[in-house]
């Protein structure tokens, strides 16, 4: 088939007037490319240390690169820098200067305002993507300005249908030498709409249950009874977890229970982060506990963040309930 | 304890066929698995009436019975399978060659094939246990609701320990993809097929489960690979040259779990492989000195260095060093996964690693080591497994 015009709706379009809305929506929302979102910004704040505390609190870092003046200075660097991630906060308007003024007479305002008419009324940050070209220390002050990068054509997502919008950033300071560039990208699209079919929200995931057999309901019933049990042979003595019926030392089959004082140290551990399988958090930390008594068992463990945990560390069982239905033996440190 | 076996160099591997590796093949896994079985009959000079027995793992989708009809094979005198995934590879060639030299079946073809990436991805783990109160639920039951859910994860409790104890870094298990994917990278049937990595991009590279990075962990695949075993008698009169069975082997060992045997007195070891180890080179009368390369599973790269171990390659604890200055790539000391392995070429749960061994022997490899008189391949690790060495008739 010979076409003699673009397709409607494709970039290269430039025919008569369209009937398409879609093509048409597609065409204002081309004209916002390569213009600035907004007035560029100048920071509130130069890049200060009390901010960097309270960033590096949120996030639970605790680099000394960052936060220890004395070892910064002893570093190759020579002093502290800001962290690398913390690039945008430095020019966000705050809260209610933001709530004063959304966005007001800005493109980045319009071109949502477009999006919202036409249905895309919900919004999401997909990605966002910085590059530096060098470190930031306390006393720089820095501006931003912002362009619309590129508009997508109308995508299929699974949150719905939507078009995704892409704004360059580029940070310069006192110096206007730029300093980083990031490029954030967000997807504009049509809620799906709710009807009598749409099931409620499920409740979160919940934890696997474990498999109760003859051989091992008096581990379970111990854990909702506050106990860690430990399989005893009442023959040998020995001790076996996970429990089984028959003693592999001396072949009995009769066995009783050892209450376990809860105390062991971490033999192995794992931080697990992909594939996120909720409801577990990324980097959840699960632990080959050596208990006191001499068995070994798998927990996972509380009270600690996940660089914290180390081969060797002392930990004690606690009874937590997960959910409504499940109680789990977890271990968390001992404080010496 | 010696070990003796009535199987030494009876029985040979005759065809290998295969299908391309995917990451959706866009057909079903039966398509595969025929496909890829065809191939490898017609490989050998054989017809699907030559075929007698089959040989699978529990694992597999496609039961015996479908494929022997939509093949058209007259019928079957033995067909089995074995249990524990991946594990099962070489023990498929084990029981095909205990049929064969039992003269319970004369052509036993051996096969994997599976929509692996497209249908069935098993990197995403146990996440829903069986209400059915059975020792696999109850096994399950002691680490699905802590959160020790995938296979990743449960290497990962091994390999923190054996890292511990032997003061092995992220690098030494790097070296391992690198090695892959650089063999990965010449071979055209390969997923990575041009696509080398250095040391650098697996450090950076994101944590699955630490300490396992992204590229410490095999490829999810679609495909199909099967192998046809015979006598090493008939093997002679057939299309290509023979590669013999020198010696297979199955294990488990003490206290042996699925995948998670935490519970032994020390973890940095394998001791189902090396069980698998000793009856190969006791049956085979051959040493790790007569080995010119090896097929070793790497589902996950730390495991491939404790093999290295358990084989004799080196002292326990010292493949770190053994991995070093490329030892494991073409033209080193011991080039492993010549084909790329499962981190480079495709993950067919080891049965397309056992096809390379053959190309190996055959001296048709697309990065052929010189001179191969013998191929080592292993089969899944930290669970029940298998091993065999292929030589040259």
New interface residues.
Partial sequence: MLRLLPEPGSIAYFGPPMSDPKAELMARLRAFEGKASSEPQTARFPVNVPMIEHWCDAMGDRNPAYLDAEWAAASPRGQMIAPPTMLQAWVMPGLRRWRDRPGAGSAVGSILRVLDEAGFTSVVATNCEQEYQRELVPGDVLRTSVTIEHVSDEKQTALGTGHFVTQHYSFRDQSDEVVATMRFRMLKFRPPEASAATPAPKPARP??????????RFFWDGVRAGKLLIQRCAACGRLR??PGPMC?GCRSLEWDTLESAGRGEV?????????Q?PP?EP??P?A?VALDEG??????LVGVE?EEVH?GMRVQVEFNA?DDE?I?P?FRPLTP | MRFRSELANRTAIVGIGATEFSKDSGRSEMSLAVECIAAALDDAGLAPEDVDGMAAYTIENNPDAEITRNLGIPGLRFFGRTHYGGGAACATVLQAAMAVVAGVADVVVCYRAMNERSQQRFGTGVQRLSPQPTAESAHFGWYAPFGLLTPAAWVAMFARRYMHEFGVSSDDFGRISVADRKHAATNPAAWFYGQPITLEDHRASRWIVDPLRLLDCCQESDGGVAVVVTSAERARDLRRPPVLVRAAAQAMAEDQHMMTSYYRDDITGLPEMGLVARQLWETSGLTPADVQTAVVYDHFTPFVLVQLEEFGFCGRGEAKDFVKNANLELGGGLPINTHGGQLGEAYIHGMNGIAEGVRQVRGTGVNQVPDVENVLVTAGTGVPTSGILLGRA
Avoid at chain 1, 207 to 216: Q, S
Avoid at chain 1, 267 to 275: A, C, G, K
Wanted: charged fraction near 10%; proline fraction near 15%; aromatic fraction near 10%.
């Fill in positions: 934890r696997p249950r474990p498999g109760i057999t003859h051989d091992n977890h996970p592999p033999y192995s551990y794992v931080l697990h982060y992909h594939p399988i577990f980097g959840h699960v080959l068995t070994r068992l798998v927990a996972d996940p081969v997960v499940l789990l977890q």
